[in-house]
């Protein structure tokens, strides 16, 4: 078991509850809050398709050993990121 895949996946967790239910949008940085229209979406957004997978994938790689992990993880972060940018654009929530 890695703990510091277990520490960090726990964070992401608790981001993406703050994001997602919690709607404290304050926790993501790089954005104007003046621009955005619905802060509700962005965080829903945020937190339930960047953060929650991210954070899942990373407990689990905690308990689960196998080769290229690092790589798959930062693959997936990678494709959650885009998905989310699409989203967030595509729904013109900025």
Same mark, same amino acid.
């Given at each position: 078991?890695?703990?510091?895949?277990?520490?960090?996946?726990?964070?992401?967790?608790?981001? /993406?509850?703050?994001?997602?239910v919690k709607?404290?949008?304050?926790?993501?940085?790089?954005?104007?809050?003046?621009?955005?229209?619905?802060? /509700?979406? %962005?965080?829903?957004?945020?937190?339930?398709?960047?953060?929650?997978?991210?954070? %899942?994938?990373?407990?689990?790689? /905690?308990?689960?050993?196998?080769?290229?992990?690092?790589?798959? %993880?930062?693959?997936a972060m %990678?494709?959650?990121?885009?998905?989310?940018?699409?989203?967030?654009?595509?729904?013109?929530?900025?």
């Open positions: 078991m890695e703990t510091g895949f277990l520490i960090i996946g726990i964070a992401l967790l608790l981001i /993406s509850y703050l994001l997602a709607k404290q949008t304050w926790l993501l940085a790089g954005f104007n809050e003046k621009n955005i229209k619905n802060k /509700s979406l %962005l965080g829903k957004i945020t937190g339930g398709i960047f953060f929650l997978p991210l954070g %899942l994938l990373a407990v689990i790689h /905690s308990f689960v050993d196998y080769p290229y992990e690092e790589t798959v %993880l930062g693959i %990678l494709l959650l990121l885009t998905i989310t940018y699409l989203l967030i654009n595509r729904k013109r929530v900025l």
